[in-house]
């Protein structure tokens, strides 16, 4: 099980208020921070750390568990509207089975940042 993770960004302010909006949706917020490093999470718990550095070299992805469908579309939107870049809309992705629920946002950096759901389709 992975207890937290994280990786560079080239401007810690303009990041932080990239996730701070796009995570919001998924009950994050930034919990934590120190010089060059923001950490964020839900119930007092972060998770999910960014670090100012060189620009990013390697482009990440990072898949955030979303609580329903609704869920997936409001990150989507929240993180678009934070400056994300659409990477893919919300929807099934069949291809990975068929309840996968996802949206992707590229952030600031071009990280490839996706809300999921997993369960069926209720109506």
């Known amino acids: 099980m ?10 810690l302010d303009k990041s932080i208020a ?5 995570l919001a949706p998924l009950g994050y917020e930034k919990l934590m921070g120190f010089p060059g490093v923001a950490g964020f999470g839900e119930k007092g718990k972060p998770d999910f750390w960014i670090h ?7 482009k990440i992805h990072i898949a955030f568990r ?16 934070a400056g994300g ?3 893919g809309p919300p929807g099934v992705r069949e ?9 992707f ?8 940042v996706e809300a999921v759901c997993h369960e069926p389709y209720l109506g």
């Open 2 to 11: 992975i207890d937290h993770t994280g990786y560079l960004v080239s401007d």
């Open 18 to 22: 990239f996730y701070t909006k796009a």
């Open 52 to 58: 100012s550095g060189a620009t990013p070299t390697d």
């Open 66 to 81: 979303a609580k329903g469908r609704a869920e997936v579309r409001a990150f989507y939107e929240a993180a678009i509207a």
């Open 85 to 87: 870049k659409d990477n």
């Open 95 to 103: 291809m990975y089975h068929p309840n996968y629920y996802g949206a």
């Open 105 to 112: 946002v590229l952030d600031p950096d071009g990280h490839n």
